[in-house]
């Protein structure tokens, strides 16, 4: 058994995108987009949708055109195949918490509470790249697999030869944390957390988006996570200071060979208000 281990265990490696780290794949594509979408729809069933149409559409303008962007790209590298797993969505939900999260096959949330740290459609793209670039690296599915062989050891073998769907959704469960009124993905590894860092400054500016914004953004991430409520987005990443010395030594070599030809942004509506509030102070002056 444990020769039919290590023989699986050397064919189910598969190969991360953009950075060409090689990974451990035990569980197919097709049960860890059920699992994703299983957690997702669990959690939409719960969460509230926000009404706030502005921030919506700024959701859904920047995740679209960064996941058309990482399309193209797959598509024009050989990976056309992966295409098929994505279902691209992107939702805004009320909620005050700094946070955002990807599931699986694209299914992207971001809270309300993190807008109010968005100034610009840049911004977003940090935030938006970063999510799709869990997707993009397959983290989901890695972290299935390790999970499964260390809670099964060589009996994974077994399951996977079998493909005992079952036995996936069960490690799911754990994979996918049910809370009380919320299913929320487990925050990733910081291995999985810098490579989508990194991956995620490549999709931003493969969409146009400028990605020097993501060393600003980090750095009010960083200033707001001193309140009460700790984005998940830190949780379990190196320090704010590490992270943003990666990203500053990264982003050369990420603007050269994929930055292209510049969006124009959209400034965000709690930004614009802000500014016209100044404006009309000073014409009273």
Request: hydrophobic share 35%; with cysteine.
């Amino acid at each position: 058994m444990w020769m039919l281990a290590g023989t699986l265990l050397a064919t189910s490696c598969g190969t991360v995108p953009l950075t060409g780290r090689s990974q451990l794949n035990l569980v197919s594509d097709s049960e860890v987009l059920q699992s994703g979408l299983s957690a997702y729809t669990s959690f939409m069933q719960t969460a509230t949708v926000s009404t706030d149409k502005v921030q919506s559409e700024q959701v859904t303008r920047v995740g679209k055109r960064i996941a058309a962007a990482t399309e193209k790209y797959l598509t024009q590298n050989g990976l056309a195949s992966e295409v098929k797993n994505y279902s691209w969505e992107f939702n805004l939900v009320k909620d005050s918490q700094v946070n955002a999260f990807c599931m699986p096959g694209g299914k992207i949330v971001v809270y309300e509470g993190l807008m109010k740290l968005v100034s610009s459609d840049d911004d977003l793209a940090v935030v938006l790249g970063h999510e799709v670039a869990h997707a993009v690296a397959k983290h989901s599915n890695e972290r299935l697999s390790q999970q499964m062989l260390a809670q099964y050891g060589g009996q994974a073998v077994g399951m996977v030869l079998q493909n005992k769907s079952y036995q996936t959704q069960a490690i799911a469960q754990q994979v996918y944390g049910l809370g009380a009124n919320y299913a929320v993905i487990l925050p990733f590894s910081r291995k999985h957390e810098s490579e989508a860092d990194y991956i995620g400054l490549a999709l931003m500016s493969l969409a146009g988006y400028n990605p020097d914004t993501a060393v600003t953004f980090w750095q009010k991430m960083s200033s707001n996570s001193g309140s009460s409520k700790v984005s998940e987005l830190l949780s379990t990443h190196p320090s704010d200071a590490t992270r943003i010395s990666d990203i500053q030594k990264n982003l050369p070599a990420i603007k050269q060979k994929f930055y292209t030809t510049p969006v124009t942004t959209t400034t965000s509506a709690a930004t614009k208000s802000s500014a016209k509030t100044t404006k009309k102070s000073t014409k009273k002056k």
